[in-house]
T-cell receptor, first 112, second 112 residues
């Protein structure tokens, strides 16, 4: 049981480049989330999804896009990368109900 | 708007001592989570607290929730070095999407 798998683990982007952060979960969870964590800070919600085909903005969605075509996958797209997007990105999922969130191992992104 | 405050943000303690981390939140919520994060690692779920007076214990950690005071505590008993990590509380917004608002984290260092 792999849980939540994120790829890549590390990436360096140049300003203006685009990339997709991949997130896959094998627990059949309906809810999936993308967070960013800046140094010394808590997590900020970028986008979330309550099921396949349904996504919504979180606290800091600007500069990002998501899609949820299947229950398993929730990719995060960065268009026109900016230095302000340098951060660690975590994908998480949870089942419906009162359970805790399962986090992926994170993607450390640097935009230069 | 839901806000979550943790204190202290930094805690240095000796092995064998007891201490408490506090998590205050500003509006009504129906669930509170505690997570642990080791440096450069992902987040690990510790506790989910769902009702007033809830108390959960795992090893040297005990978490409690007082919904009337909007306060949760994470008590550390007889600290050991392996407990050194950053501890986050996160509070669920009332509503179906269950978005979490995160505290800034408490960086705990347990010294010999």
């Amino acid at each position: 049981n792999a849980g939540v798998t994120q790829t890549p683990k590390f990436r360096i982007l140049k300003i203006g480049q685009s990339m997709t952060l991949q997130c896959t979960q094998d627990m059949n969870h309906n809810y999936m989330y993308w967070y960013r964590q800046d140094p010394g800070m808590g997590l900020k919600l970028i986008y979330y999804s309550v099921g396949a085909g349904i996504t919504d903005k979180g606290e800091v969605p600007n500069g990002y896009n998501v899609s949820r075509s299947t229950t398993e996958d929730f990719p995060l797209r960065l268009e026109l990368a900016a230095p302000s997007q340098t951060s660690v990105y975590f994908c998480a999922s949870r089942e419906t109900g009162a359970g805790g969130y399962t986090f992926g191992s994170g993607t450390r992104l640097t935009v230069v | 708007e839901l806000k979550v405050e943790q204190n202290p943000l930094f805690l240095s303690m000796q092995e064998g001592k007891n201490y408490t981390i506090y998590c205050n939140y500003s509006t009504t919520s129906d669930r509170l989570y505690w997570y642990r994060q080791d440096p450069g690692k992902s987040l690990e779920s510790l506790f989910v607290l769902l009702s007033n007076g809830a108390v959960k214990q795992e090893g040297r950690l005990m978490a409690s929730l007082d919904t009337k005071a909007r306060l949760s505590t994470l008590h550390i008993t007889a600290a050991v070095h392996d407990l050194s990590a950053t501890y986050f509380c996160a509070v669920g917004n009332a509503g179906n999407n269950r978005k979490l608002i995160w505290g800034l984290g408490t960086s705990l260092a347990v010294n010999p």
